[in-house]
């Protein structure tokens, strides 16, 4: 069995080799910057967890289809960050800041490409699984952040069409990157089943997370201006939770932010999270995010994996759901 350390140091070593000063420039340094300035690698390890649930022995064919998850989430906020207007991505700046739009879009064109080859270093007898696991995933990713950027001029989602977003946008990333370790590992198909659900389930539970700390959590820690869902109007758990709470005057008070420009960010920020506290849904996304996690986790039971293997997981698992950035 394989340590969370273990993995760190498998992970930063492949990684290492994508640091190839190729030609031209201007579209592969982008890359090598994106993947050198920090990132959580949370697919990519959740990939190997679930692999090493059931085998060993990790060799490029497991390592590098876990790192083509993580490329291809790095090519996704690449173009987020376009979309979004964010300056800063873990305490740096953007990609598109750094260079410039079109640059940041071809850069991202090649992440998503290579993440691909990468995906086919698995052993030939499940590569056609992984690669439509794989493909249907990043169609379902579009898919969350085209609902992400309809609702942000929409003024009023429900809880349902909120869940719906995160699900595509975010969890089938972590769901895929389960399923795709227990494929490496040749699970069942009940195993590969359970497993999903597990990295579904997780995700969500992540995502609440990040629209709480994008919220609540300390800029220092967190790598990113505090505020931005709020800037740019995001419907995220907490405003879809504070409109189902919110009175008709805190409504109307809500909308009214919602109309304020970049000139009155802190005015806007500062109010929209003074709402929150004050109808307690500082408080509710905590608590709605260890529902979802022990929703993982009895998923995960499903799975019937021995407890001394799932160890490593569930530590993982606990950790997500409690960083600070």
């Not at 942000?152 to 946008?169: A, Q, R």
Request: aromatic share 8%; with cysteine; hydrophobic share 40%.
């Amino acid at each position: 069995m394989y340590t969370l350390e273990e993995i760190d140091h498998i992970l930063d070593n492949c990684a290492k080799l994508q640091h190839v000063r190729l030609e031209p420039a201007n579209l592969y340094a982008p890359l090598d910057y994106m993947m050198s300035i920090g990132g959580k690698r949370i697919r990519p390890k959740l990939c190997l967890l679930t692999c090493n649930l059931l085998t060993d022995d990790f060799r490029n064919a497991e390592i590098f289809p876990a790192m083509a998850l993580e490329v291809f989430h790095e090519f996704t906020l690449i173009h987020d960050d376009i979309m979004d207007r964010s300056d800063t991505r873990r305490g740096c700046l953007t990609v598109y800041k750094k260079w410039n739009e079109n640059i940041a879009i071809l850069s991202g064109d090649v992440m998503s490409i290579l993440a691909y080859k990468y995906l086919a270093y698995a052993r030939p007898e499940v590569l056609p699984q992984a690669l439509d696991l794989f493909t249907g995933t990043a169609m379902q990713v579009c898919e969350g952040q085209q609902y992400d950027m309809d609702f942000e001029s929409m003024p009023f989602i429900t809880m349902d069409d909120y869940l719906n977003m995160i699900g595509l946008k975010t969890a089938v990333l972590l769901a895929c990157a389960a399923k795709m370790g227990a494929l490496l590992g040749d699970g069942s198909p009940q195993v590969c089943q359970a497993l999903y659900d597990f990295g579904y389930k997780l995700g969500i539970a992540f995502q609440i997370t990040d629209d709480y700390l994008d919220t609540f959590g300390n800029e220092q820690v967190f790598g990113k201006k505090i505020g931005g869902d709020i800037t740019n109007n995001k419907k995220t758990w907490l405003l879809v939770e504070c409109l189902r709470r919110a009175d008709v005057a805190r409504k109307q008070k809500l909308q009214e932010l919602m109309h304020l420009g970049e000139e009155a960010r802190a005015e806007k920020v500062e109010a929209v999270r003074q709402i929150y506290v004050e109808l307690g849904v500082k408080e509710a996304a905590e608590a709605e995010i260890l529902v979802w996690h022990k929703k993982a986790m009895s998923d995960l039971a499903r799975a019937g994996i021995a407890p001394s293997r799932t160890v490593q997981l569930e530590r993982f698992a606990e950790e997500i759901i409690h960083r600070e950035k």
